[in-house]
T-cell receptor, first 118, second 110 residues
Framework: DAGVTQSPTHLIKTRGQHVTLRCSPI?????VSWYQQVLGQGPQFIFQ???????GRGNFPDRFSARQFPNYSSELNVNALLLGDSALYLC?????????????????FGPGTRLTVT | QKEVEQDPGPLSVPEGAIVSLNCTYS??????FMWYRQYSRKGPELLMY????GNKEDGRFTAQVDKSSKYISLFIRDSQPSDSATYLC??????????FGTGTRLLVSP
C-alpha cells in the first residue's frame, strides 16, 4: 500500500510569494495534520483536519491556511513568504482523531516538502 | 521554556553499545508518549508509544515513562550502524496535536 505522499519534493520561492503544498493520505485515513520542521528542530504542529473540518491549529500566523478535500487529500497554503518559512513541511495522516484510553491513532508521516525561501 | 526538552547530541557510540535517549517535559496533561526515528531527508517513523507511566519493550527497544518526574527514556540494546538517525520524542494530551522535542542525533560506528 502507498504511504503518505507529498508534492512537490523541493521548492524554491522568493520572499513575498505564495506557495501551495499538497498531501495525499494513506487510503482509508480521514485525518491529515501539517507540521513545520526547521533545520535542527523537531516538527511544529500547524493544522489538523478531519472529515474536511479544521480540528486544530498551532501557533502560526494567518499567512498559513489549509483545507481538506472530499477525497481527504489536503493543501497547505502560505502567503507572503518570509525567509523564516524555509523548512521541511511534513504531512501526517491517521485513521481518526478520537482517542480512547490506552488507544492511539498512529500518525504516519510523509517524506515532506523542502521549501527554501530566498 | 519549551514544553519538551531533548538534548540534540550528537551521541556517538560503538556498535553493540546500549543507547539511552531522554526527554523531559513540563505539561502534566501529557498522557501519550512516543518515540519517532527520522533518517536524513525522510519523514519521522513511529517506533513506540506508551500510555501514561510504565515500560514497554519491542525487540531491542525499551521505552520508559516516569510521569512523577516528567521524564521519558528510550533504550536501544545491541545498537547497529543502521540505528544511526535522529530520534524524536513526542507527546500529546489525547488529541492529535503532537509536541516534539528537538531530536537527538545518534551515530553508531561499526
Amino acid at each position: 500500500d502507498a504511504g503518505v505522499t507529498q508534492s512537490p519534493t523541493h521548492l524554491i520561492k522568493t520572499r513575498g510569494q505564495h506557495v501551495t503544498l499538497r498531501c495525499s493520505p494513506i487510503s482509508g485515513h480521514k485525518s491529515v495534520s501539517w507540521y513545520q520542521q526547521v533545520l535542527g528542530q523537531g516538527p511544529q504542529f500547524i493544522f489538523q483536519y478531519y472529515e474536511k473540518e479544521e480540528r486544530g491549529r498551532g501557533n502560526f500566523p494567518d499567512r498559513f491556511s489549509a483545507r481538506q478535500f472530499p477525497n481527504y487529500s489536503s493543501e497547505l497554503n502560505v502567503n507572503a513568504l518570509l525567509l523564516g518559512d524555509s523548512a521541511l513541511y511534513l504531512c501526517a495522516s491517521s485513521l481518526g482523531v478520537f482517542l480512547r484510553t490506552n488507544q492511539l491513532y498512529e500518525q504516519y508521516f510523509g517524506p515532506g516538502t523542502r521549501l527554501t525561501v530566498t | 521554556q519549551k514544553e519538551v526538552e531533548q538534548d540534540p547530541g550528537p551521541l556517538s557510540v560503538p556498535e553493540g553499545a546500549i543507547v539511552s535517549l531522554n526527554c523531559t517535559y513540563s505539561n502534566s496533561a501529557f498522557q501519550y508518549f512516543m518515540w519517532y526515528r527520522q533518517y536524513s531527508r525522510k519523514g519521522p517513523e513511529l517506533l513506540m508509544y506508551t500510555y501514561s507511566s510504565g515500560n514497554k519493550e519491542d525487540g531491542r527497544f525499551t521505552a520508559q515513562v516516569d510521569k512523577s518526574s516528567k521524564y521519558i527514556s528510550l533504550f536501544i540494546r545491541d545498537s547497529q550502524p543502521s540505528d544511526s538517525a535522529t530520534y524524536l520524542c513526542a507527546m500529546n494530551t489525547g488529541f492529535q496535536k503532537l509536541v516534539f522535542g528537538t531530536g537527538t542525533r545518534l551515530l553508531v560506528s561499526p
